[in-house]
């Protein structure tokens, strides 16, 4: 599949529809708002701190989590193919005066401009929206140097996630747009740790990651159910 190919019109109309709502901590995106405090920490726990490194985030959306990372000391690069959200990203980095470069590309473009030049490679929330989540894995490879840690995030293919990410968060919690999550491009744990080894990377880490709805907060831990992370290593 060509990086062109793998793009969903759909998903990218989605995100550009309420681009304008990205930064608001009450609006559709609040459970990024609360999930970005235990993202961020986990990202640079597993890279030992975050300062200097050169990061690029991988469907960056609207700059949340980019610009948490901008803010602990990264020198960071942000794609994404939702021009709208970009233009959200780019003016609310100029306001916070946090220096981002935010780009439209897929991930397979960016890999043939820039081989082998991040430290620290995220791809958060983005794998489930896209047609082929291989190839952007092999393009997150590819844009990894020799040693450099990679972090993806996404939902698990199980009925419990069904239940909690499109029936709870979407239909009666109203925490996300409805029609944000299709449960047939959820991907299984072990799907994603063998794409991730067939892109020639080192498995080094996996957790859950889990929602309290009284406290509205989250936590990582043991449980890869619903929504997940893998960690990665690209070898020297």
Known sequence: MTSASNVDSTEIAKFNDIASRWWDPQGEFKPLHQLNPTRLSYISDQVQGLFGKKTIDVGCGGGILAESMARAGAEVTGIDMADEALTVARL??????????????TAEAFAEAQPASFDLVTCMEMLEHVPDPESVIRACAALAKPGATLVFSTLNKTWKAYALAIVAAERLLKLVPQGTHEFNKFIRPSDLMRAIENAGLELVDATGLHYNPINQSFKTGPGLDVNYFVVARKPC
Not at 95 to 105: D, K, N, V
Request: no cysteine.
């Open 92 to 105: 609310h980095a100029l306001e916070a005066q946090i220096t981002i470069s935010y780009q439209q590309s």
